[in-house]
């Protein structure tokens, strides 16, 4: 049973913020939002909003850490002074659950990004949490991921990420703080075109058949958030080509009349 003063699932089949158990979070995705990044972006998903940057391919900071063959990945996690709610993290350099996260970004990053391709590099991924009402892992998750795709480093495929909780035996999809404050949960990161899970991270027992049944439900979620994701680097993209094809208008033009 749960622990929490407010209600789960109440008898209409609705959690406490009035979404059913299978409905995401309202979400946001915005490319390019840090002026000096080679690429960035911000994703607010619920009430947690988490920004993006990503520094390099450049050297390493410390060159005895440097690999031959590859680049070498590095996360940053931060909260920022002004960030509202809580979301079980502490503004503190060194915040066990931030290193934790951190962490985990970095697993499941290492396998997606080509850093084959960028060898005696350091690519660094700097994730600054601006609110926070839970599933801070899986936003800071999208939100490298349209990093990322912003700083043109070449990556498998898109990686996307959700949470899922057991209210008794009911899924519950994309967890609220207090979901996952009283609920056990797992997070996956998954690859959509291939299916592969790059991330199952689980900090309570699950039975197995829940496990399967949650994973199968999480992949699907997942499915659906690249299709959101691909229509804005769609949408940007195609913004960018206009402009250019715009100045290449004007520049024959300019030619032309000298």
Known sequence: MSSSRIEILNDGGLRHDARRPYELRSTSFQLNTHPTAEGSSTVTQGLTTVQVSIFGPREPRQRSQASHDKAIISVEVGV???????????RVRGDKRLQEIGASIRQTFEPVIMTHLYPRSEITINVQVLSADG???????????????????SILDYTTSISIGLYLKQPLLDLSHVEEQDLPNLVIASLPNSGKITLAQMETRLHVDRFEEMLSLGV???????????????????????????????????????
């Not at 920022?80 to 502490?90: N, S």
């Not at 899986?138 to 700083?151: Q, R």
């Open 135 to 153: 599933g801070i892992l899986p936003t800071s998750i999208n939100a490298t991921t349209l990093a990322l795709i912003s700083s043109g480093i």
């Open 220 to 258: 699907e979620a997942c499915q659906v958030l690249k299709t959101e994701m691909e229509d804005v680097v769609k949408s940007q993209t195609e913004k960018i080509v206009e402009r250019m094809g715009v100045r290449s208008v004007v520049s024959s033009g300019m030619a032309v009349d000298e």
């Open 80 to 90: 920022v002074p002004w960030a509202q709610g809580g979301g079980g993290v502490k």
